[in-house]
């Protein structure tokens, strides 16, 4: 069943944005931080993801977003916005608690992936926000960005998109592997476009 992206005229308050629970833990152990995803559409700018997770120490090493910030307490978001296009592939935005954010096209986990800079596209700007027990990260996907990549005009109402949204941290004390909609394979990989989720634009 398809979930619907709010559209906005500016950037909302949060609270009153539906969330997408991150809460299908396939692989690890008992340490499942809450954690949820909130995605709103404002079509003069594209698409605003903001993601927040109930941890009281995230574990943020790196600085870069060269570096396998997934290794990291880091929260994910995947998503293709032309899956009805044969061929296209989905952009992953992974983020830890510095705002280091490693982002890439492709069509799947292999070597063909693509940094945005050979689109001539530049990763977003990350905000991130601490409190006592939890942590957010949010960023723009915005139409720039979506017409580098994938070459195609800006979103418009009914568009369909398929994204999944994770929380992970495969070298933090506890290693978690968390998503939006469920993984059937043995063993931990995100990189799975077939187990995405479908999300119809405002």
Known sequence: MATTILRCDTVPEWDRVPVLPVAHY??????????TAQMVWIPERGFLVRM??????PLPVYMSGTDPVHEDSCMECFINVAPDTPGTGYLNFETNANGA???????????????????GAVLPA????????????QY???????????GI??????????ANFYK???????????SWMPIDTPQ?????PEFFGELIVG
Not at 101 to 119: D, I, Q, V
Not at 140 to 150: H, K, R
């Open 26 to 35: 396939s692989w690890g152990g008992d340490y499942r931080p809450e954690t």
């Open 52 to 57: 927040t997770t109930k941890e009281v120490n």
């Open 101 to 119: 954010l490693h982002c890439k096209y492709g069509t799947g986990r292999g070597a063909g992936r693509k940094p945005l800079s050979e689109f």
């Open 126 to 137: 990350v905000t991130i926000e601490k409190t006592a027990d939890s942590w957010s990260c």
């Open 140 to 150: 723009w996907i915005d139409n720039e960005l979506i017409q580098a990549v994938y």
């Open 153 to 162: 005009p800006a979103m418009k109402t009914g568009d369909k998109i398929r």
């Open 168 to 178: 992970c941290g495969d070298k933090t004390e506890f290693p978690h592997y968390g």
């Open 188 to 192: 931990p990989d995100f990189h799975r």
